[in-house]
């Protein structure tokens, strides 16, 4: 049953033996009236022998040539014509010759669905998540607590989720996950305040649900400052809270913050009193220049 996709296109390919079938290749239309997908009049398709056949099936929109980054669509409609449709097998399904055949599909591409915890959804200016280069903008399910929901290709590696506030501020957490995303899975994890704390990464059959078996592993992202190495300074932020860092032997410091915009800073008892102040946009503050600075 197409369950929404009576307008969309099955190309079907039989084989004989393991080489493609020259007159068992076509494109189909549903009948609704007859509940089955239809070659058209000028088409012709047949099983080469009466013996069992490996067939591989697609089902796709007309109009799907690739993903598309930009799945925002407020209707569903954008993300729901990637949701291309394949043969449930690996590469062919063996099916017994009859008048109507039934090949049942899964999902031939990824999911990621995610979800921002503990943050006001009227302050998020953009969402996106960035895989292997390309960077894709999701569909908001639109629910009370912030989900978002996009398709990205097989193969994929390390997302990078983007959340960009209304004031500028930018926050990036990347999904450490093994090995690369496979055909109908959706990988499913929360995001925790504008930090963007991960949660474990549940890895589920994209259809049932169900868990499937993974060593994913969860990671805090918090903002590296850089400096010089070994040194030890105190930032004063503009909320009237104080934090002391020290510089490991690279010159990184990774801390949660305890302000988002630091108006001054001390080092061995000399001050730097920032103008502009540096203000926490991105997961990387280089504060070289300005602990140099001090006097």
């Known amino acids: 049953m197409p369950f929404g996709r009576e307008n969309w296109l099955l190309d079907v390919q039989i084989y004989d033996g393991n080489d493609p079938y020259q007159y068992g ?10 509940y089955r997908w239809e070659t058209l009049v000028s088409d012709s398709i047949f099983f080469p022998n009466y013996l069992t056949q490996q067939v591989a099936c697609r089902l796709y929109d007309p109009g799907f040539t690739e993903i598309v980054k930009d ?5 569903g409609d954008i993300l729901f014509a990637q949701d291309v449709l394949i043969q449930n097998g690996d590469s062919t399904v063996r099916v017994v010759p009859s008048h109507a055949p039934v090949i049942y599909v899964k999902h031939a591409h990824s999911m990621f669905d995610f979800r921002l915890m503990n943050v006001d959804e009227t302050r998020i200016s953009s969402v996106s998540l960035e895989v292997d280069g390309d960077v894709y903008y999701p569909y908001d399910t639109q629910q009370t607590v912030p989900e978002y929901l996009v398709i990205v290709p097989v193969g994929s590696s390390d997302p990078l989720i983007r959340v960009v506030t209304t004031d500028g501020a930018q926050y990036e957490q990347t999904v450490e996950m093994e090995g690369t995303t496979e055909v109908n899975i959706c990988y499913c994890f929360t995001l925790h305040g504008l930090e963007l704390t991960l949660s474990p990464i549940t890895v589920v059959d994209w259809v049932t649900g169900e868990a499937l078996y993974a060593q994913y592993t969860a990671v805090t992202a918090y903002p590296t400052f850089y400096g010089p190495a070994g040194v030890t300074c105190t930032l004063f932020f ?19 913050p305890v302000g988002r915009t630091i108006i001054r800073l001390e080092v061995n008892g000399k001050v730097n009193v920032l ?6 946009t991105n997961m990387i503050i280089d504060l070289t220049e300005e ?3 001090a006097v």
């Not at 799945?71 to 209707?75: L, P, T, V």
């Open 238 to 256: 503009d909320n009237d809270l104080s934090q002391e860092i020290t510089f490991n032997d690279r010159g990184e410091a990774t801390v949660k």
């Open 71 to 75: 799945q925002r669509d407020a209707s």
């Open 291 to 293: 602990i140099d600075a």
């Open 275 to 280: 103008d502009p102040p540096v203000v926490l």
């Open 25 to 34: 290749s076509a494109t189909l239309h549903y009948v609704a009236a007859d």
